[in-house]
Every structure is written in structure tokens, then in C-alpha cells.
């Protein structure tokens, strides 16, 4: 089957590699879309610390089940199927304590292991999530990151009516703008520099929009209660930190480079008792995103603006880069230099 394939930092490969084939407990899916994320740039570049390469790139998916393994029931050849890509040891410290996306031995399909950006994809059956009637195939690909946005909202805890700031109104930030507004947000205000995905922010409902911080209606009354980065970008974090009001949360949702650091006042966060949190990947998340999706909570289309076919994998990653748009895709069914 064709691949893409990230053989190392920096060095990209669109080759054939064998088809995979069914462990008792698995699935063949035929992939149908594929969606592209900050974590994707980040493996190539080598800022992901958890990538093993060589590794085949693409979690966020959706597809067909064409085969099953010997031990799989309750499932079937042509089933229309999402996947939860996080697969748990189950025996570590922290799945003992339900915290399987902290796992001692944490895998990723598209990360630890091979992923989408291909014809065919393996999948543990238990990872399998059927696909409600009315489920686009396409749509289907945005459960895995809005999976992410329930979990984080999971760690946030707002109180009901809190103010929300969110930096960065690419696909994570506007998946997060929804899903607070939906989580009794009283107001989300979104700072990004593009003034164009600031357009698309104000469409999918934010209260207010800026290039800058200070420029929003609440700059001058204390502050947000939640504030959210969503960029991975040190500047965004460090600015986002001094906007937090006396006892808010502060949430490092982006992705930054494994490497970078970032500075801000510890005598603040004991002072005015700022709360920090992260927000890891997927955690039970997964089946209620799906549902989330299913009736209508996310602008689906809106949402999903580029497709690329395999071969076109770096020029995905470039239109990622440059900002253009908002979810880009990598269809494996189109041919090698169309686009959607």
C-alpha cells in the first residue's frame, strides 16, 4: 500500500510498504480522511518526544472496516468506524489510577506506532467507534481532537458563567471556543494574529476578537477566569499567564516544542492562587465527542476547509504552516495531485 512515512527528524518518504494485516484483536481500516495537526509538524521536525520513527504520521481518522481479526465480534466488514488512537498498557501506576493517557508505556497510533497517512490502517477493535447515522466520514476525523477539548475541559472544571480567553483561533482554538460556549461559558473572547481566523472565531460564536489581549472588553476588569492557550507558541503562553484573574486557571492546551520554556512569576501563582494545569491527549473523552459531534454541536464544515492526497503530504503541511485555512485532510482515495 502507498505511505507517508516520517523516517526520521526532517527526512519525509511517500513510498509503498506493506499492507497491514489483523492481530486476533484488530481491525483493517480502509482510511478514508486523515486530519493534519500540530503534533504531525512537531514529529517531523523531532520537537515530539514521545515519536518512535520510523512511524507512519495520522490519528485523527476514519475509514471502513475491511477486515477483522479472529477474536473481534460485534463488528464487521463494512462497518463506517472513528478510532480513539491511545492505547494503554493497562498494568502501570497511573491505568491502575484510570489515568491511561499518563500511561508508563503510552502509544499513539500515527505517533508510537503506525498511523492513517495511508491506504490502510491496523486498529485495536476495542478502539473502534462506530459511526452514528448521519456521521460524515470527513466530520468524523474532528471527533479525535474535539475528544482532546472534552478532556481538557474535564481538567479545566469551569464554574458555570465563567469568562474564557482563548489564544490561538486555529483548529484547536475554535473546537475550544465551541465546546466552552456549549460548557456554560458566559462570554469566550479569542486573540490570534490572523485576522482572518479571527473572522471565523466571530462566526463560530466568540464574544470578542483580537490580535492583541488588551484590545478585548475585559482587558481592563481583572482578568478571565479561564484562560487557555491553545498556540504551544512561548510568547502567547507567557502573555496568556498575566491575564488570568486573582484565583483562575491558567490551561497549556498547545502543543509547544518538548524543548522550549517558558517564564512567569511563581510569587503570582501563590499570591493570587493561580491554578496551572495541562491537558494530555484523550482521557474516557473519546465516545462523548463522538456524541458531542453527532448532534450538531461542532460547525463540522466550517471546520474541514483542505484535502491532500498522499503524495501531497508536504504541501499539506506547508498550507498548515503558513495558517491557511482551518482542518486540513489527507484523503489517501484521491489521486496524486487533486485537491478538495
Known sequence: ??????????????????????????????????????????????????????????????????????????????????????????ACYWCAKGRGNLCADWRTIGITQDGACAEYVKVPARNIHRLPTGVELRHATLIEPLSTIVHGLDVVDPDFGDNFLIYGAGTMGLLYLQSAKRAGAATVEVVDLNEERLAVARKLGADAVATSADALPRAGSGGWEVVVDCTGAVPAIQDGFGRVRRGGTFQQFGCAPDQDLAQFSPFRIYNDEIRIV???????????????????????????????????????????????????????????????
Open 1 to 90: 500500500m502507498r505511505a507517508v512515512v516520517i523516517e526520521e527528524p526532517n527526512k519525509l518518504n511517500i513510498t509503498t510498504i506493506a499492507d497491514p494485516t489483523p492481530g486476533p484483536d484488530d481491525v483493517i481500516v480502509k482510511v478514508a480522511a486523515v486530519g493534519l495537526c500540530g503534533t504531525d509538524v512537531h514529529m517531523l521536525a523531532g520537537e515530539f518526544g514521545p515519536t518512535r520513527y520510523p512511524v507512519v504520521p495520522g490519528h485523527e481518522f476514519s475509514g471502513e472496516i475491511v477486515e477483522t481479526g479472529s477474536q473481534v465480534s460485534g463488528m464487521a466488514v463494512g462497518d463506517l468506524v472513528a478510532a480513539d488512537p491511545a492505547i494503554y498498557c493497562g
Open 278 to 340: 495541562g491537558s494530555m491527549a484523550i482521557l474516557h473523552s473519546y465516545g462523548r465527542a463522538l456524541d458531542l459531534l453527532a448532534q450538531g454541536l461542532i460547525d463540522s464544515d466550517t471546520m474541514i476547509t483542505h484535502g491532500f492526497p498522499l503524495d501531497g503530504y508536504a504541501e499539506a503541511l506547508e498550507t498548515f504552516g503558513k495558517g491557511t485555512g482551518r482542518k486540513i485532510q489527507i484523503i489517501p482515495g484521491l489521486a496524486a495531485g487533486a485537491t478538495s
